[in-house]
């Protein structure tokens, strides 16, 4: 599970599951002039309150988190786990409604002195808050930008690597500074006398030309960035195919290393690279 793939409304439903737990062990009814000595059950003493309300609402939002938190969509007996997930949360709000109209269900119908009886308690008050404000977090978290943008902010990044440049980080990354006794990768050669080891490991005569890069550098007026992207987002091949070659997931950094169009030419961490043509609300390091 990505942490880091979580938005801000799923940051909402689980604040809003706290609230629930909380209010789950606070008292479900309210008697006026009662003495402070009288104690009142909560819902876990409660049966039908505990299960179509608090089970109800905390296992819709811990499914609605897996279901975010998770790259493929997470299917039981066909069933999309985030959507039941939502769907529970809505039951457990519409359920907590009911109870703060009725608290005492058909037990108040049979006297005369129902009226007097207990009313809603701070419990149940607040498992109704609780549920309703997970329950519009939930549905409305795909359609407001502001709650679909990362939950955690993606760490800074290190200052960008030349175009093309890998971080030195050891054997195989060019560039990295090889170690007295450090074996050569295979098929490199050594530089006999006069010889000058060029990139790529294949020795060159002492003042001959460098050969030509195989790639043409990027245009003058760009410049290689770091960037984040607000939702998942796939990668085009280069080529202009639409099968896309990877998913770009909130939360990490990718390096744009050159501008194609309205799109970036992005490389992800394992090497790969391809076109990113939704470049809307990205975060740049």
Do not use: C, H
Not at 202 to 228: H, I, L, M, R, V
Request: charged fraction near 10%.
């Amino acid at each position: 599970m990505n942490i880091r793939s979580l938005t801000r409304g799923d940051g909402v439903v689980i604040g809003a599951a706290v609230l629930l737990l909380i209010a789950s062990f606070l008292d479900i009814y309210s008697v006026d002039g009662a003495p402070d000595s009288v104690e009142y059950p909560n819902s876990w003493e409660s049966g039908p309150l505990l299960m179509s309300v608090v089970l109800a609402g905390i296992i819709g939002a811990v499914l609605i988190v897996i279901s975010r938190g998770t790259p493929q969509p997470r299917k039981v007996a066909g069933i999309d786990l985030g959507q039941f997930g939502i769907a529970a949360t809505v039951l457990a709000a519409w359920a907590a409604l009911g109870n703060v109209f009725d608290p005492l269900g058909g037990a108040d119908n049979g006297g005369s002195g129902a009226s007097d009886g207990p009313s809603a308690g701070i419990g149940i008050i607040l498992s109704l808050v609780a549920t309703l404000i997970m329950a519009v977090a939930a549905i409305a978290t795909p359609l407001v930008p502001a709650l679909k943008a990362s939950l955690l902010g993606a760490p800074r990044p290190q200052q960008p690597q030349p175009y093309g440049a890998q971080p030195p980080q050891g054997y195989g990354y060019p560039g990295a500074q090889q170690q007295p006794g450090q074996q050569q990768p295979y098929g490199a050669q050594q530089p006999g006398p006069g010889q000058q080891q060029p990139y790529g490991g294949q020795p060159q005569q002492a003042g001959a030309p460098a050969p030509q890069a195989a790639a043409q550098p990027p245009a003058a007026d760009f410049s290689p960035f770091w960037f984040a992207v607000p939702v998942p987002r796939p990668l085009y091949a280069e080529d202009g195919s639409q099968a896309p070659i990877a998913e770009l997931a909130p939360g990490t950094w990718y390096l744009a290393v050159e501008q194609r169009g309205p799109g970036l030419v992005a490389q992800t961490q394992d090497g790969r690279r391809g076109v990113l043509q939704d470049t809307s609300g990205i975060q740049r390091g």
